[in-house]
Structure formats: structure tokens, C-alpha cells
């Protein structure tokens, strides 16, 4: 830390993305990534958005935020597009919560909430999740806080029923509920639909999972109009070209080849079975996935010790040493050819260490 750094920074301890190794060429099941390319026609057009890199890109991002209002049924206004759906959901805690506003979430979720609650010096409260990893939904009725879950949440891929997230809604008519939908092309329900019906809702996704575009950094928030409005307020007091042009043709060709979408969507929802399956058969226990990715933990083998010995067997999954975590592994689903090599290194492990 330099002498230099604000005092306002120094207690901050960054979120720990995960690794991106260039070392080895490892099977990557470890940050929730699409085994499947983007579409040729997203490559396409990123193509030939990179031939004008010269100009800025859209600070309206016009197109984009009007073919995704098409795809998901609502006005050009009720959409935001930002850099990764990390960038709206810092957005979100910038604009949504102070102290009058504090903002709550699920004590097992995704490990950025805290980061950001941190980094704009808001207070924040976390609620522990059931013993099976579910949460309780009455710890939410009036809480009368800036309330953030992830569904499916992450690491677990349990889904929340939207009736469920329907009851948070209507008991905290005057608090923003964000729901963070990163995996919900995965079989989850989508609350896209309730943005009309509470004006508190505000819904974030990401091109990164189901729409293979984790290295083009794309999300998007959808939500009211004044919401949208106060996060655009923030968003040009910030960056106005937070998306790239490259990024944004590549998101527009990924919208328009929605088959492909779909029906990578579906190959990942069969591995997941014929994954959570196998894993059954090795002694693993894993709450019921609705995510592209599997938690699991194996009934006599430490977490850490899988991980491990799956690293040295050229398997990357993600492994978190917090106490309510530390059994666990939080395993991507990726293509039937790495979940076949994964179980054949897991049988390996197994027999080696039993
Ligand atoms: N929400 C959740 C629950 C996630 O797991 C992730 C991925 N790390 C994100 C949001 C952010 O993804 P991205 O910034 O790539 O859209």
C-alpha cells in the first residue's frame, strides 16, 4: 500500500476472481464460464465493430438496449447495459444504499456483494442461510433494507420460486430488491416479468454464462424507469463508454442467434444431470443445481484435498476455504467431454485416497 492510498480504502480486502491460469492447459471448471464459443455471427460483427475502434462507442448503447427491451418484453427505458453484470450491480450499491439504506443479503452468496458494500462505505447485514443451504424467505418479510439475492444464488445453484421472491417484494414496497439473475438461463424463472408490477424490483444478468461472453465483459440491469434512470445517473457520472463497441455488436449477435443460445443452454442442463449423477454414484452430495455449475461435497474426502489432487490431474474447480464452504467444491458444468474426464480423474482420486 502506497503512502498515498485513502484511508477511506485501507481496511478494503478486494474481491479474489478465479484464477485464470496461462501455465497449463487445464480443464477449466472453475469460474462458471461457457464451454461453447459465441456464435459466428457475434464473431462477425465484433469483427467489424473492431475496424472503428477509432470512434467512441455508443454511450447509449441504442441498439443493444433496444433489441434486449425486444427480446425480454419491455420498453427501451426499462433497460441499462453496463460492463459485466459486476458493473451494475456496484451501480446498484452506489445508488440504492447508504445508511438510511443498508443492504442485505444471504451470508452464503455471491462474494462480491460484500466487496461492494465495502468499497462504498455502506453499511450491510448478512442473513445465514438454512443448514441445507436454502433461503428463508420470512427473514426477509419488512426488513426494510436494500435487499440483493442471487437466483439461482451462487455457489449453491439453488433456485428461490419468484412467488417466493414475490412475498420480499410486497413486504418492502419502499426498498430496492435486486435480484442478480447470472445463472438463470439454466432452468431458473426469470422476475423479469414483475418489473411492471413493483416499481422496487430491479433484475441483473449477464452475457457472460448462457451467451458465452464472459471475456467481453457484457450485462444489463432491468427495472423501472426511474430506476434505470438513477442507475444511467451513475453510469454517465462514472463511464459513459463502460461498454465497448466490439462488445456491444458481439451482445447484439448473440441475441439474434438465440437458438444457438438455447440450445447450448440445454446440452449444459444434460450434463448437469448425467454429471450430479455420476458424482451420486462416486459418494458426492450436492444440493440440486438450477446453475451451470454443480456444489458438492463428498461424504468421507475433504474439499480441499479434492480440489487439490483434481489440480494436479490438470481439473480446475473452485474450491473456498470459509468455514461453511470448506467441504465443498463449486464444480462449472462444461462440455460431456469434460465432465467425463472430470469423473475419470474424481475415480482415480478416490481410489487413491480411500
Ligand atoms: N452474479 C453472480 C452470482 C456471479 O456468480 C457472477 C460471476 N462471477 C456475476 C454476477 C458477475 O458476472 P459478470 O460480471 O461476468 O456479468
Given at each position: 500500500?502506497?503512502?498515498?492510498?485513502?484511508?477511506?480504502?485501507?481496511?478494503?480486502?478486494p474481491y479474489t476472481p478465479g484464477e485464470q491460469p496461462k501455465d497449463f492447459k487445464y480443464v477449466k471448471l472453475?469460474?462458471?464460464?461457457?464451454?461453447?464459443?459465441?456464435?459466428?455471427?457475434?464473431?462477425?460483427?465484433?469483427?467489424?465493430?473492431?475496424?472503428?475502434?477509432?470512434?467512441?462507442?455508443?454511450?447509449?448503447?441504442?441498439a443493444l438496449r433496444q433489441k434486449l427491451a425486444d427480446y425480454y418484453g419491455v420498453d427501451y427505458d426499462e433497460?441499462?447495459?453496463?460492463?459485466?453484470?459486476?458493473?451494475?450491480?456496484?451501480?446498484?450499491?452506489?445508488?440504492?444504499?447508504?445508511?438510511?439504506?443498508?443492504?442485505?443479503?444471504?451470508?452464503?452468496?455471491?462474494?462480491?456483494?460484500?466487496?461492494?458494500?465495502?468499497?462504498?462505505?455502506?453499511?450491510?447485514?448478512?442473513?445465514?442461510?438454512?443448514?441445507?443451504?436454502?433461503?428463508?424467505?420470512?427473514?426477509?418479510?419488512?426488513?426494510?433494507?436494500?435487499?440483493?439475492?442471487?437466483?439461482?444464488?451462487?455457489?449453491?445453484?439453488?433456485?428461490?420460486?419468484?412467488?417466493?421472491?414475490?412475498?420480499?417484494?410486497?413486504?418492502?414496497?419502499?426498498?430496492?430488491?435486486?435480484?442478480?439473475?447470472?445463472?438463470?438461463?439454466?432452468?431458473?424463472?426469470?422476475?423479469?416479468?414483475?418489473?411492471?408490477?413493483?416499481?422496487?424490483?430491479?433484475?441483473?444478468?449477464?452475457?457472460?454464462?448462457?451467451?458465452?461472453?464472459?471475456?467481453?465483459?457484457?450485462?444489463?440491469?432491468?427495472?423501472?424507469?426511474?430506476?434505470?434512470?438513477?442507475?444511467?445517473?451513475?453510469?454517465?457520472?462514472?463511464?459513459?463508454?463502460?461498454?465497448?463497441?466490439?462488445?456491444?455488436?458481439?451482445?447484439?449477435?448473440?441475441?439474434?442467434?438465440?437458438?444457438?443460445?438455447?440450445?447450448?443452454?440445454?446440452?449444459?442442463?444434460?450434463?448437469?444431470?448425467?454429471?450430479?449423477?455420476?458424482?451420486?454414484?462416486?459418494?458426492?452430495?450436492?444440493?440440486?443445481?438450477?446453475?451451470?455449475?454443480?456444489?458438492?461435497?463428498?461424504?468421507?474426502?475433504?474439499?480441499?484435498?479434492?480440489?487439490?489432487?483434481?489440480?494436479?490431474?490438470?481439473?480446475?474447480?473452485?474450491?473456498?476455504d470459509k468455514p461453511k464452504l470448506v467441504e465443498y467444491n463449486r464444480i462449472t458444468i462444461g462440455s460431456l467431454?469434460?465432465?467425463?474426464?472430470?469423473?475419470?480423474?474424481?475415480?482415480?482420486?478416490?481410489?487413491?485416497?480411500?
Amino acid at each position: 500500500m502506497s503512502r498515498f492510498f485513502s484511508g477511506k480504502y485501507k481496511e478494503l480486502v478486494p474481491y479474489t476472481p478465479g484464477e485464470q491460469p496461462k501455465d497449463f492447459k487445464y480443464v477449466k471448471l472453475n469460474t462458471n464460464e461457457s464451454p461453447f464459443p459465441p456464435s459466428d455471427r457475434a464473431e462477425n460483427l465484433a469483427t467489424e465493430a473492431g475496424k472503428k475502434l477509432e470512434l467512441y462507442s455508443d454511450p447509449e448503447c441504442r441498439a443493444l438496449r433496444q433489441k434486449l427491451a425486444d427480446y425480454y418484453g419491455v420498453d427501451y427505458d426499462e433497460t441499462i447495459v453496463t460492463n459485466g453484470s459486476d458493473e451494475v450491480l456496484n451501480f446498484a450499491f452506489m445508488a440504492f444504499c447508504d445508511t438510511d439504506h443498508p443492504a442485505v443479503f444471504p451470508d452464503i452468496t455471491y462474494g462480491f456483494y460484500p466487496v461492494f458494500a465495502e468499497l462504498n462505505g455502506v453499511p450491510y447485514c448478512e442473513i445465514p442461510l438454512r443448514k441445507d443451504f436454502t433461503v428463508n424467505v420470512d427473514d426477509y418479510i419488512g426488513i426494510k433494507k436494500t435487499i440483493f439475492i442471487a437466483n439461482p444464488n451462487a455457489p449453491t445453484g439453488i433456485a428461490l420460486p419468484v412467488s417466493e421472491i414475490r412475498k420480499i417484494l410486497e413486504s418492502n414496497p419502499d426498498n430496492i430488491v435486486v435480484i442478480d439473475e447470472a445463472y438463470v438461463d439454466f432452468g431458473g424463472e426469470s422476475c423479469i416479468p414483475l418489473i411492471h408490477e413493483f416499481d422496487n424490483l430491479l433484475v441483473t444478468q449477464t452475457f457472460s454464462k448462457s451467451r458465452s461472453m464472459a471475456g467481453a465483459r457484457l450485462g444489463f440491469g432491468i427495472g423501472s424507469k426511474a430506476i434505470i434512470a438513477d442507475l444511467h445517473t451513475i453510469r454517465y457520472s462514472t463511464n459513459p463508454y463502460n461498454v465497448n463497441s466490439m462488445t456491444l455488436a458481439a451482445g447484439l449477435g448473440m441475441l439474434e442467434d438465440d437458438e444457438y443460445v438455447r440450445s447450448n443452454c440445454k446440452t449444459i442442463i444434460e450434463n448437469r444431470t448425467y454429471t450430479t449423477n455420476e458424482l451420486k454414484k462416486l459418494g458426492f452430495e450436492m444440493p440440486e443445481s438450477t446453475a451451470n455449475f454443480i456444489f458438492a461435497k463428498h461424504k468421507t474426502v475433504g474439499g480441499k484435498m479434492i480440489y487439490q489432487k483434481l489440480r494436479e490431474k490438470g481439473v480446475l474447480v473452485r474450491h473456498f476455504d470459509k468455514p461453511k464452504l470448506v467441504e465443498y467444491n463449486r464444480i462449472t458444468i462444461g462440455s460431456l467431454e469434460q465432465m467425463k474426464f472430470l469423473i475419470e480423474k474424481l475415480e482415480e482420486i478416490l481410489e487413491e485416497v480411500q
